[in-house]
């Protein structure tokens, strides 16, 4: 051996080995004060971190309350829907699995891979919902195939069944998944995309107590997501119960009366407020908004000139034309200018200044009294009326009942209508409020709009001298088990303080429309019952000649208010029906029919089974029922 | 034939270290793969096993004297740079790299024995080599070739984390040997354009990706960055005391990869806490230290230069596996030595250990 290769006396190495020593030293220091700061500083934060990975809070969604009509009968229930989702770790040929799924439930596959890629970038294993609300059909496909869609699973979550289908759809509204600008506000906080929330209608009003409290499972999941075990349950909270003021059957023979034709009615107790109808024509089909909307469908509804979405009852607002005439005639005999004895001359028309206001009787009505003039609706004792009055004399009596403002029925985008006066006219045109504009203004036209609630307001107050009550939807909400847990009574929205007498010279005078040869209203005669009640027709376009065909959406709106029975008044009932020209032959007849289904169901109620044949049931064609036609005379300016 | 005094020479402090490291790394495994559906042997069993076979190499090795391992380094170089030459013309491919060997009853890793063989060469060169006043850059020339050869043929298989273990274990021998300061500064100005040239060439995408995972991990939180994040979830999550054993959620629902093996440390570090892993270090480096004690007892070059050389190797193990999984290194892929489950590991790790004994109970024969 070779002294050469000896260390022994190398000093230099011996101090490399220190030096190689320390520098492992330090890389061990290094190492554990990174675990010092894992471990130790960050624990608490990392700890939660591996609590959420294991952690799952599944959501189970609280069933929907139940909505009912005042009589118990179930319209809105809940009924299971099945979707179909995938879980995009487990697929390995999408394209295969996509073009299946496409075949099976008859969906574009352009729509899947849409829905597919919107769903990525979610937590892993997380489902992906590709087309819900599917048919027992497609689900049966599915199954059946189960074998050759791995990755695909079917969820189900309950929907809304809607008992009677189309019925009431505007007021019961629909629900739909809660939209992303909703998430961001407010209004939607305790919402997860996906959920469903009250879109319009009662399903939305209502929204908080219909919802219930969702429950959630918190479950522990491995690294690919699947369920090892259910960790804490809370259970949900069924949502609250609704017992509506609708009365089913009256509603259903509203909606029958309209047939094709579009508009809307409101049926109203007098005494209460309670809605027992409200029907917007045409309707939808709500259960559509849950599930996937047909294209087509959606277009259709969409391109339907008699708007099916919109609910006219509320936010239709229409020139209340000669319905009108019992707020000017209640001013005047209030401010002393009429009575029951005072008449004026009607020539066909009226000359103020350099125009000319014409009667829709050409030929004239000659002497009218205030009986006369609200029976045969003369709009040429309602200029003179109105001229002697003023536009904001006339406005303050409307305002009396509340007109021009929301009543607060408690649905969504509720109108108010306009009451115009001389400094809405200066406010919202900068011009002086001339006479000329006053006497449109005196017969429900020019600038004046109603809303058909606000119709049936304004005739339920007149019915019981005065009290204008909110009319309401909902007569109270119950629990599961059927407890009462709030009951909404009556609610006075304004009284008139118009006298006794006032009320009585008018009301004489809407009997007449309806039981008087000569009335406009004959066609909502009843056999049994007496019905008071006033024609309308709104001017939809200023124009001169009337003659010959005018094309649908140039028509006159028909109007019709009435109440009854008229000595002590029990329901109010306007009837708007767009483009129906005339009041007495287009909106009496729907107004009488809803008259008659209520007083048949009374008599029937109060004369249990077995008692024979209605009694109203032989009224048709009784007596002569007036020439049901009347003409909106031209204004200065044009409506909507 | 095997003299008595080598008997009572033996070093029962290495040897005692190493078993109860090992002890630890089955317990371990145990927990680790108790998530798993296992068919046919448990790992923790299959661990025994190897271990039990490393004991039996131990034996063999520690009863060839060491310096007869001088003499055939040179030839063991070239046979396993031959080999790896082969495995990148012929090899299996796993896992999109190409480590393995087919040799009709067997498979082997040419670049698992590679780093004793390098450590073997390198003790070999300085042995006879004078070096006072330190290495020049020459003086560094032959060694460096010694190591670039086989360091590329490993990266090109690509298998960049033992490349690098080749490189490092190198260096440290170097650092022993003891390098002139100018030639120290040469080679760090010179591995900048070399780094610059490797990540660009050299790199595979993965490996790139990995590297940058590793700077800035949420990057992908969802691919190669979600291991780190899981890891080190684990690890914080431990706490100082731990979860206990069998207790730990990542590793027990099986949020860390490769939980036996690379990644056996988050398990032990979420299970045990900061006392565990303080406790794990602490053997460790007192292995380390007893590796560093060993060669400087030792009476000749060749010894010393081989057991620095093979506590380099187990020392950078530790330290990458480690800084690995606790997100201080990029994730390269290096099982932590004697404690994460493996055959090859364990195998390329007890030869190691035999060797640093085999020095230790041979330190009087001269």
């Not at chain 1, 309350?65 to 390995?92: C, H, K, M, W, Y």
């Not at chain 1, 008859?106 to 599917?134: C, F, H, N, T």
């Amino acid at each position: 051996m070779n002294g050469q290769r000896f260390i022994h006396d190398n000093y230099g190495s011996k101090r490399q080995l220190v030096v190689l020593s320390i520098f492992a030293a330090a890389l061990f220091f290094l190492l554990l004060t990174r675990l010092w700061y894992l471990q130790i500083v960050k624990s608490e934060e990392l700890h939660s971190q591996s609590e959420s990975n294991r952690l799952r809070l599944v959501p189970v969604a609280a069933s929907r309350g139940t909505i009912f009509d005042r009589n118990g009968a179930v319209l809105v229930t809940n009924r299971p829907s099945f979707s179909v989702a995938v879980i995009p770790q487990e697929v390995r040929d999408r394209d295969a699995l996509l073009e299946r799924l496409s075949r099976y439930l008859e969906i574009d596959r352009a729509e899947l891979l849409d829905k597919w890629e919107k769903g990525k970038g979610r937590a892993r294993y997380y489902p992906i919902v590709l087309a819900s609300g599917i048919t027992r059909d497609q689900l049966e496909v599915l199954e059946e195939n189960r074998l050759w869609l791995p990755g695909v699973e079917i969820e189900m979550k309950p929907v809304r069944q809607y008992e009677d289908g189309t019925l009431a759809a505007h007021l019961l509204g629909y629900i739909g998944e809660v939209s992303d600008e909703d998430l961001k506000k407010d209004a939607a906080s305790g919402y997860n995309s996906g959920d469903y929330i009250g879109k319009s209608g009662i399903e939305r009003s209502w929204e908080k107590l219909l919802h219930g409290r969702d429950g959630g499972r918190q479950i522990e999941v491995d690294a690919r997501g699947r369920v090892l075990r259910t960790i804490s349950e809370t259970p949900p909270a069924v949502g609250s119960s609704l017992v509506l003021t609708i009365d089913t059957a009256l509603q259903k023979q509203a909606e029958k009366a309209f047939g094709e034709q579009a508009g809307a009615a409101v049926v109203m107790d007098v005494n209460t407020g309670e809605i027992l109808a409200m029907v917007s024509n045409p309707g939808f089909d709500p259960a559509l908004f849950a599930g996937r909307m047909p294209p087509d469908k959606w277009k259709e509804y969409l391109e339907d000139k008699r708007h099916p979405l919109e609910n006219k009852a509320l936010k239709g607002q229409y020139p209340p034309g000669s319905t009108f005439k019992i707020i000017t005639a209640l001013a005047g005999l209030e401010e002393g200018l009429i009575d029951e004895r005072s008449s004026s001359y009607c020539k066909g028309a009226y000359v103020l200044g350099r125009n000319t206001f014409r009667c829709w009787e050409k030929k004239g009505h000659g002497t009218v009294d205030l009986k006369r003039a609200l029976k045969e609706s003369c709009d040429v004792y309602f200029y003179q009326l109105g001229e002697k009055l003023g536009i904001n004399r006339i406005a303050a009596y409307a305002r009396k009942f509340a007109l021009g403002a929301p009543l607060g029925v408690g649905l969504e985008n509720e109108k108010g209508g306009l009451i115009p006066d001389s400094a809405w006219k200066e406010k919202r045109y900068g011009k002086k409020w001339l006479q000329g504009d006053t006497l449109p203004a005196a017969i429900g036209q020019g600038y004046v709009l109603m809303t058909p609630i606000q119709l049936a307001a304004m005739i339920g107050a007149v019915a019981n001298d005065g009290t204008v009550y909110r009319p309401h939807l909902v007569k109270r909400v119950i629990d599961q088990e059927g407890r009462v847990i709030r009951e909404f009574k009556p609610e006075v929205v304004a009284r008139t303080s118009i006298s006794p007498r006032s009320f009585r010279l008018v009301k004489e005078g809407l009997l007449a429309v309806v039981n008087e040869g000569g009335g406009t209203g004959g066609q909502a005669r009843l056999y049994d019952v007496r019905v008071a009640g006033k024609t309308g027709t709104s001017q939809v376009v200023k124009q001169r000649d009337k003659r010959g065909a005018i094309p649908y959406q140039y028509r006159d709106h028909a109007l019709f208010v009435a109440f009854a029975p008229y000595d002590r008044p029990e329901i109010a009932v306007a009837v708007v029906v767009e483009h129906g020209e005339h009041g007495g032959s287009a909106a009496a007849p729907i107004a009488r029919s809803i008259l008659r289904t209520y007083f048949e169901r009374k008599s029937s109620a109060a004369k249990p089974a077995g008692a024979g044949s209605s009694p109203t049931g032989g009224d048709e064609k009784h007596g002569t029922g007036g020439n049901g036609r009347e003409n909106a005379n031209p204004a200065p300016q044009e409506e909507e | 034939m095997i003299d008595r005094r080598l008997i009572t020479n033996f070093d029962w402090t290495l040897f005692g270290i190493v078993l109860v490291v090992c002890a630890v790394g089955v317990v371990n495994i145990y927990s680790a793969s108790a998530s798993y559906t296992i068919v046919g042997t448990p790992f923790f069993v299959k661990q025994l096993y190897w271990i039990v076979a490393g004991l039996l190499l131990v034996v063999v090795v520690c009863s060839i004297d060491y310096h007869l391992l001088e003499d055939v380094s040179y030839w063991f170089y070239g046979l396993l740079c031959f080999l790896l030459l082969v495995v990148l013309v012929v090899g299996k491919t796993s896992m999109g790299a190409t480590r393995w060997l087919h040799l009709g009853f067997f498979s082997i890793q040419p670049s698992e024995p590679m780093k004793i063989v390098a450590i073997m060469v390198l003790a070999r060169f300085f042995s006879n080599y004078s070096t006072a006043g330190g290495l020049t850059l020459k003086d560094l020339a032959y060694p460096a070739l010694f190591i670039g050869v086989p360091a590329a043929l490993i990266m090109k298989q690509p298998d960049l984390g033992t490349a690098i273990l080749v490189i490092l274990i190198a260096c440290s021998m170097f650092a022993y040997v003891g390098v002139r300061l100018s030639a120290f500064v040469a080679c760090l100005v010179s591995a900048i354009p070399a780094v610059y040239l490797a990540w660009h060439y050299y790199l595979r995408d993965y490996q790139k990706n990995r590297i940058l995972n590793f700077l800035d991990p949420e990057r992908d939180p969802l691919s190669s960055g979600y291991h780190i994040i899981q890891s080190k979830i684990a690890i914080g999550s431990g706490g100082v005391l731990g979860k206990g054993f069998m207790q730990g959620t990542q590793a027990q629902l099986r949020f860390l990869p490769e939980q036996h093996t690379d990644f056996a440390f988050s398990v032990f570090g979420e299970e045990w806490g900061f006392v565990g892993c303080l406790v794990l270090l602490l053997l460790y480096l007192f292995l380390i230290f007893w590796g560093l004690h060993i060669a400087s007892r030792c009476n000749d070059r060749f010894g010393s230069l081989m057991a620095v050389g093979v506590t380099a190797m187990l020392f950078w193990h530790i330290v990458i596996n480690i800084g690995m999984v606790i997100g201080i290194f990029p994730v390269v892929g290096v099982p932590l030595p004697l404690f994460s489950y493996g055959g090859t590991s364990m195998i390329t790790s007890m030869v190691g250990v035999a060797i640093l004994l085999n020095i230790s109970m041979r330190r009087f024969m001269f």
